[in-house]
């Protein structure tokens, strides 16, 4: 079994200390993928000073330079891995930015140029700010060749683009459901990959105010049971000592079975297959 943990919202207005802080004590044990916003522009979020909030100013990566260095320094040392966040991770009137931008295509494009040249990182994950995607914005997503990390659950084939995948992945998701004995608006994670024509997908947990160790434990054991995967995601500057102790503990948990491994969250992609033979 793969574990893996994704962490969003690494931009221009985060720290080196800020991100350390969190996972200082746990990256060199199990590696994180940072999900990184190459051009933040003053969205509303605690993350972001609130003077840029309605600024609309844009803030590159590389005007904080001191991240970047620590980023490349983590990035070589295996400690972190790096998915695409977006663009600009704005809001607009009808939508997040991957809902509602008039050009998500060339927001996938540049944001990944982008984060390739800053950052020298080989990227092949996107995130979706608010975990929300159009149709147009998964084709975007998906002709640019990255996979899905994602915490949304629209597994409706009317809500995505089709291809010749679709309804097999509507009804692996369908009697997952029916043998855990879920109706259909219950909230579950699926726990394995969804391949589609061009790009793949997973869907992680979140860890955010509120979560429960017993939660996490309980979508853990069931993914492990199901001979699964599991991500948990968060973001580092919502991180407080009762999050940080919720995380620590899981990990705990989850390291005490043989089975389990703590991987790059782009290993969440590979093929069993493919994987057993590269060991």
């Known amino acids: ?144 060749g990255l996979n899905l990390l994602g915490s949304f659950l629209s597994f409706r084939p009317s809500m995505r683009p089709w291809d010749l995948q679709t309804p097999a992945n509507w009804w692996r998701v369908r009697q997952y459901r029916a043998a855990t004995g879920r109706v259909k608006s219950d909230r579950f994670v699926y726990p394995h990959v969804l391949r589609y024509a061009r790009h793949a997908e997973f869907g992680c947990h979140s860890l955010v105010p509120g979560t429960t160790l017993e939660e996490l434990v309980r979508g853990f054991d069931e993914a492990r049971g199901a001979g699964g995967d599991f991500c948990v995601a968060t973001h580092y500057w919502e991180i407080d000592e009762t999050l940080h102790g919720i995380l620590r503990r899981l990990l705990d948990h989850a390291a005490r079975f043989a089975d389990v491994r703590f991987v790059k969250a782009e290993a969440l992609f590979e093929p069993r297959g493919q994987e057993a033979a590269a060991a």
């Open 1 to 144: 079994m793969k574990f893996a943990i994704r962490d969003d919202d690494t931009c221009a207005f985060a720290t080196p200390e800020a991100i350390e802080r969190v996972y200082g004590s746990i990256w060199n044990d199990v590696p994180v993928c940072l999900a990184t916003i190459p051009f933040a522009k003053g969205y509303r979020s605690p993350a972001v000073p609130r003077e840029h909030w309605e600024s609309g100013e844009i803030f590159a990566l590389e005007r904080n330079p001191t991240l970047v260095a620590a980023l490349r320094e983590h990035i070589a040392a295996g400690r972190v891995t790096i998915a695409l966040h977006g663009y600009t991770h704005e809001d607009f009137a009808d939508g997040w930015e991957f809902q509602a931008a008039p050009d998500p295509e060339r927001r996938v494009r540049d944001g990944l140029a982008y984060l390739r040249t800053q950052l020298s990182a080989d990227i092949s994950i996107f995130v979706p700010p608010h975990n929300a995607l159009s149709k147009r914005g998964i084709a975007a997503v998906s002709a640019a």
